[in-house]
Structures are given as C-alpha cells and as structure tokens.
C-alpha cells in the first residue's frame, strides 16, 4: 500500500522560514518524479517544483530563489526549504510523485504567514 505523508507546516512570521517533509513508502521512490504544489482557497492548485534524475530540479518563477526542493533517497523523503515568506504564500501544500501512470498525492500541510 502506497502512502504519502507531508509534515513540517504551521505558523510563520511573513521573512521567515519552514522546512517541509514529504515520505513515502510502498513505492521505490528514487525513480519517482517528484514535486510540491500549494493550493490557497479559491484558487487553483499550483505547482512549485519538482525534483528528478540525478537531483536536477526546476521551480516555478513564483518561488525561484526562495524555496529549495531536495530529495533524500534513503530516506524515501522530499524537502521544501521554504524562506523569505510572504503572506501569499499561505497555502496548503502538497507533494506529488509521479512514474509513468503511477501519480501518488498527500494530504497537505497547512502553511500560515502572519504579516
């Protein structure tokens, strides 16, 4: 059985930072692609970045710069270093992985930013 299990969220001052953790299990997670997306209420959800191959990693212009995705295979986890944030940045936010027609989510964590 595939689960997938995002933590790390909760309530930040707008400038700073969290870190989160995406696990999975039931899959052999180094050859899954590997992303986070963020839905705020009313919106669509939206990608952020995703991480493959040999750690090669792409983010949306949204985040470029603030945000770092990385990936332990070991530990079958993904991370999300998240800094400098805004209050836009409030969100639920997911991982997602995805190999072939395999295509796994979380349930999200919140992320809150007081301003």
């Known amino acids: 059985q595939v689960q997938v299990v995002e933590s790390g969220g909760g309530l930040v001052q707008a400038g700073g930072s969290l870190r989160l953790s995406c696990t999975a299990s039931?899959?052999?997670?180094?050859?899954?692609?590997v992303a986070w997306y963020r839905q705020a209420p009313g919106k669509q959800r939206e990608f952020l970045a995703n991480?493959?191959?040999?750690?090669?990693?792409k983010y949306a212009d949204s985040v470029q710069g603030r945000f770092t995705i990385s990936k332990d295979n070991i530990k079958n986890t993904v991370y999300l270093q998240m800094n400098s944030l805004k209050p836009e940045d409030a969100a639920v936010y997911y991982c997602?992985?995805?190999?072939?027609?395999?295509?796994?989510w979380g349930q999200g964590t919140q992320v809150t930013v007081s301003s």
């Open positions: 991480i493959f191959g040999i750690n090669i990693a």
């Open positions: 997602n992985l995805r190999f072939g027609t395999k295509d796994y």
């Open positions: 039931g899959i052999t997670f180094s050859i899954y692609n």
